[in-house]
């Protein structure tokens, strides 16, 4: 290619790596206000949250148009077609992190006003500081292209998963112990589970890293360890699975 | 371009809408076991789809790779490459139609032999018959690439939406009546849930057949009616929200 074609296509690259970063700093915003909005009780930022995730949704749909255009007009090959492809799945994974972070704001407001101990959210808060510090690593390793900070990431998941699992359990006791718990813990179930699946996405986006730079899959099994789905909880209490 | 080539670009995109197509049927079976088994508590299907779901993960991966090449290597424009657009888009909702049975599948063999009232399992049965006309339904109009039968699909989102909160509701007030309900409506909860994103993810699809064949996003208000998110139910069973 001559040189102003090779200097025009770098800077569509780096211009949709910027547009994926700023993305990703939307989405880990909307997701701290969601965790703030459930701790603090504070609907309006809820409500806030709500509404902001439509600019999440269009800067996905903005970056892949452009990914799909330049692969069109540039017929990238081996790093710079990685890289196009990994911005279209990451902004597909941060889409879906709005998306949940949009759903525990809907969450907070429907709880709004009902008996609920600041105790069962405590456990919801931990395991979200570990999901957004997860969150905040995978794009520094993304902007940086560090494909050993996007791999330490992808390993550290199966923290929150077990942490999640435990909480699972902690919450359904709660139901059982008072009834009056139960809509709460439901939504707070609920919540529990997106932001543990916004940590799946940050494994993804990590394993989407690791494939931009290196070229090769993470062909290690990924590690899992939310056994939730498979847990099960005998009234009264007794645990099991 | 010369004929050979256009017969060549014509035999890889239908080549890849056939992938599309056998994916869709894939995710669609995966759909079908995982609530039978929830049905007639049969773990063993269970089971069985938890393991099936990593050939449509497999699926996905190759049509993205397929199409990502063709669009590097013939520049398409204009519809064909929407249809590469709307195959890359389609395989990743189906990805995650994959993941939600999966999922179901799991909290089947979760609840194996734990107190378990039939009457619970009927409305997510009711909820899932619909999405599984929905799934098929707008598969069919890919297939046909027909968008009038993509924009009914797209209009009756709304209805499974309201059924799954009133379902929502319904396993809540369960879990109130009796503690000891509290362990299975909640796994019943997650599979209700799972099965209505199911219905969003078929509701994605009808967006993106529409926009492949027309080259038009869905401008109007996209049909939403899950307000199970919104919804609080105050002990004992008094409805709110």
Redesign the interface.
């Known amino acids: 290619m001559p040189e102003h074609t090779v200097t025009a296509f770098d800077a569509e690259l780096k211009e949709i790596g910027r547009k994926v970063v700023e993305m990703g700093g939307q989405a880990e915003r909307l997701v701290v206000d969601a965790v703030n909005a459930l701790i603090r009780r504070d609907t309006e930022l809820a409500q806030r949250v709500v509404l902001l995730d439509a600019a999440v949704d269009a800067l996905q749909r903005e970056i892949?148009e452009k990914a799909?255009l330049v692969?069109?007009?540039r017929?990238?090959?081996a790093i710079d077609?990685r890289e196009l492809?990994a911005a279209?799945r990451i902004a597909?994974d941060l889409e879906r992190v709005g998306d949940l972070a949009k759903?525990v704001g809907?969450?907070v407001?429907?709880?709004e006003g009902?008996y609920h101990p600041q105790k069962l959210v405590r456990g919801v808060e931990h395991m979200s500081d570990l999901v957004l510090e997860q969150l905040k690593e995978v794009l520094d390793a993304y902007a940086a292209k560090d494909p050993v900070r996007a791999v330490e990431v992808w390993r550290r998941d199966s923290g929150i998963d077990s942490m999640y699992t435990s909480l699972f359990r902690e919450l359904?006791t709660y139901?059982?112990e008072d009834?009056?718990n139960?809509?709460v813990c439901?939504?707070l179930?609920?919540c529990a589970?997106n932001i543990e699946r916004i940590g799946d996405h940050a494994t993804n986006i990590a394993e989407t890293v690791h494939y931009m730079v290196s070229g090769e899959t993470l062909a290690e099994q990924r590690p899992k360890a939310d056994a939730s789905?498979?847990?099960?909880?005998?009234?009264?209490g007794r645990l099991q699975?």
Chains 1, 2 share one sequence.
């Open positions: 892949e799909i692969i069109a007009k017929q990238p090959v077609l492809v279209i597909s759903n809907k969450r407001v429907a709880i009902e359904l139901m059982m009834p009056r139960i809509s439901t939504h179930l609920f589970k789905s498979e847990t099960s909880i005998a009234f009264p699975g």
